[in-house]
């Protein structure tokens, strides 16, 4: 099967060599594998598009383009790259975050031309706000493009508008949940009672969002159970603490309770070793 490189790029079969160059860099910065919507074989298709387009001969390694490209990117004045701080529930769960910065538009005095509202440098600095959605399942430092809202620049004539990169960084842990490598890791208190029956309880991970986990009454206390849900990529891993009653029983109902445990386990014994480490 034939297989169009045009297409691939998303530019039409006529386009320059420039018209080629700028639809590459834009293709990179939106499936680079650390975006969060990066893919690892449309990036390669797109590179081995932009050598066949560009007549390169393939000396490049796929990697070392990867590289060069993004250096480049990064040292652009054209696209904006702004780290900001999200909390731990979007991170995991998504919702919609809010940025504000400055950046760079062509003079709307001169159009670019120089004058003395822009100090004969064709541009000004704006303020610029914008909200955007943050996905689920985010790792740390994974990095949102923004199409279209970076810094202005005229080139060859034109004007040519930039991008702006959102890196996206957020506590590992809080109120007593931890991520760590796409997973999640938490300890929870559990009544005795609960873990003889084999509940299933609801654990509150968040005032929306609940895990839900089958106790098995045959685990000791400090038992750690994996729960695949959709929090995290991973496995959630759950610290079981059981958790003895605290009420101070009489005699008659204490040895009532005893019996029935004896009755059921059978009587233990009474000579105790310590835990080999």
């Given amino acids: 099967m034939d297989i169009n490189y045009y297409q691939i790029l998303d530019i039409d079969e006529d386009a320059t060599l420039e018209e080629i160059k700028k639809a590459y860099r834009k293709c990179v910065l939106k499936f680079h594998p650390d975006m969060v919507a990066g893919n690892d074989d449309k990036f390669r298709d797109i590179v081995t598009a932009y050598q066949a387009l560009t007549k390169d001969n393939g000396t490049q390694s796929v990697e070392s383009i990867f590289q060069s490209m993004f250096s480049s990117v990064n040292k652009s004045n054209i696209d904006i790259k702004i780290t900001t701080r999200i909390d731990f529930r979007d991170a995991l769960l998504g919702g919609s975050h809010k940025i504000t910065f400055t950046k760079k538009i062509i003079c709307p005095e001169c159009k670019g031309e120089t004058c003395i509202k822009c100090n004969n440098t064709g541009y000004i600095s704006k303020n610029a706000k914008l909200k955007f959605d943050v996905p689920p399942h985010l790792s740390p ?112 109902k204490r040895i009532k309770l005893v019996n029935i445990l004896r009755g059921v386990y059978g009587k233990s014994s009474q000579e105790i070793k310590p835990l080999s480490s």
């Avoid at 430092?141 to 620049?153: D, F, R, W």
């Avoid at 760590?180 to 208190?189: D, I």
């Avoid at 891993?237 to 009489?250: E, G, S």
């Fill in 141 to 252: 430092y994974s990095k949102i493009l923004i199409s279209g809202q970076g810094n202005e620049i005229y080139d060859n004539g034109t004007k040519t508008v930039g991008d702006v990169v959102v890196v996206i960084d957020f506590p590992s842990e809080s109120k007593g949940l931890i991520f760590k490598n796409n997973s999640l890791y938490l300890t929870v208190n559990v009544p005795l009672d609960l873990a003889i029956a084999e509940d299933t309880i609801d654990i509150y991970v968040f005032p929306d969002k609940v895990i839900k986990l089958t106790l098995d009454h045959t685990m000791p206390t400090g038992h750690t159970y994996s729960v695949k849900d959709n929090i995290v990529k991973g496995f959630c891993f759950i610290k079981v603490l059981l958790d003895i009653p605290k009420n101070k029983l009489d005699k008659k």
